[in-house]
């Protein structure tokens, strides 16, 4: 035991501690490898913690993208709906639109195809004396009597315009031509 030192030091209280050279150096040993381990325990924290933010980031990212995603497949899914109801549309507006034709190209025929000349008809009837507005023929319709204004078959100039002349039997014209 003589060969041991002691190391006298003071601490703040002023108490006196006595320590050995080598019990200074192994709690300088331990309190540096304390100090290293908070080191390395602080490093480890750092970086757990940066790997927690980058992953927080990437779950972010990726939730971001899967929602752009399902907008533009809902945007996409839209127009079809908007493309498909137009086309519907169109569709039925250009049914209708053929219909349309149809039906004037009918009434067109039926208004231009000429009807029997044109003739002023006298309100009386020269027979019996009745009206005349009545009459669906050339006769009266009290009496019978032909009328004297209503047209009668002859050749008249062609309403078509595809002769010079037409023949007219009395209720329409026909396809002779001169």
């Given at each position: 035991m003589g060969l041991i030192r002691k190391t006298m030091s003071i601490s703040s209280l002023g108490a006196v501690n006595f320590k050995s050279k080598g019990e200074m150096a192994e709690k300088t040993a331990k309190a540096q490898r304390r100090a290293a381990e908070a080191r390395a325990a602080a490093a480890r924290a750092e970086a757990s913690t940066a790997?927690?933010?980058a992953h927080a980031q990437a779950s972010a990212a990726r939730a971001q993208a899967a929602a752009g995603l399902r907008q533009q497949r809902a945007a996409t899914?839209?127009?079809k709906r908007r493309s498909a109801s137009q086309a519907r549309e169109h569709a039925a507006r250009q049914a209708e639109s053929e219909r349309a034709a149809r039906v004037a190209d009918r009434f067109h025929?039926?208004?231009t195809t000429p009807g029997p000349p044109h003739l002023p008809v006298d309100p009386y009837c020269s027979g019996c004396?009745?009206?005349t507005k009545i009459a669906t023929s050339?006769?009266?319709g009290f009496c019978g009597q032909v009328l004297a204004s209503a047209p009668r078959p002859s050749w008249?100039?062609?309403p078509f315009g595809e002769a010079r002349l037409r023949w007219f039997d009395?209720?329409?014209w026909t396809e002779t031509v001169a």
């Open positions: 790997r927690t933010a899914a839209d127009a025929v039926l208004l004396g009745g009206p050339s006769a009266c008249l100039a062609d009395g209720r329409s």
